[in-house]
């Protein structure tokens, strides 16, 4: 059973296209973060989102969490190539510290 | 600054053969883990330690010994390896804190024939 249902599981697009990907559960999560993940090499974080209804921005990708910290998504502006990769999203659950991670959103970005 | 280092990065195994992965981190965390990652599965938690001497089992943790014997190693091991157990494996740190990010390395890649 995944906890963390990430969409799509798979996306393509032309660079300076503008993407979302989502994050939902139906548990509640203290914080969400989101990792970028490239072949050969271990997640690396991108965002931690705590508050429900936050926002953050990171140049061109902007974070939501959801007003009742269940679901995330993850905005795209401009894609470029550089943002090809896995993008991971994981919920720390309320009252305990264990992650739980998605599947991933695989992004391919052409040139 | 290596912060999380893995060893080995690739190594192939026959079924039944053991074996010992090796994680260490220099970034005086507290709370280490160890995932398998597998194609359409996410990243599964496997074991984790909230401190020195101290291990505890996650989601999938079968088939899989843990030792924290100093604060900065976490090993895993494979006491009669499977073909289930083909998968890549990461190790990661984190602070003893809620809401902390993981930090992990850059994965061992394991194949069981």
């Known amino acids: 059973t995944q906890l963390l249902e990430q969409s799509p599981q798979f996306l393509s697009i032309q660079e300076g296209e503008n993407l979302t990907v989502y994050c939902n559960s139906s548990s509640v999560f203290s914080s969400l973060q989101w990792y970028r993940q490239e072949p050969g090499e271990g997640p690396v974080l991108l965002v931690t989102v705590v508050t429900g209804g936050e926002v953050k921005k990171l140049k061109r990708l902007t974070f939501q969490f959801g007003d009742a910290r269940k679901d995330s998504s993850l905005h795209i502006t401009a894609a470029q190539p550089g943002d090809t990769g896995l993008y991971l999203c994981a919920g720390e659950r309320t009252g305990g510290f264990k992650t739980i991670f998605g599947a991933g959103t695989r992004l391919f970005v052409k040139a | 600054n290596a912060g999380v280092t893995q060893t080995p990065k690739f190594r192939v195994l026959k079924t039944g053969q053991s074996m010992t992965l090796l994680c260490a981190q220099d970034m005086n965390h507290e709370y280490m883990y160890w995932y398998r990652q597998d194609p359409g599965m996410g990243l599964r938690l496997i074991h984790y330690?909230?401190?020195?001497?101290?291990?505890a089992k996650g989601e999938v943790p079968d088939g899989y010994n843990v030792s924290r014997l100093k604060k900065q190693n976490f090993l895993l091991g494979l006491e009669s390896a499977a073909p289930s157990q083909t998968s890549v494996y990461f190790c990661?740190?984190?602070?003893?804190?809620?809401?902390?990010?993981?930090?992990f390395g850059d994965g061992t890649r394991l194949s069981i024939l």
């Open positions: 990661a740190s984190s602070y003893a804190a809620p809401n902390q990010p993981q930090h």
């Open positions: 330690s909230v401190g020195e001497g101290t291990t």
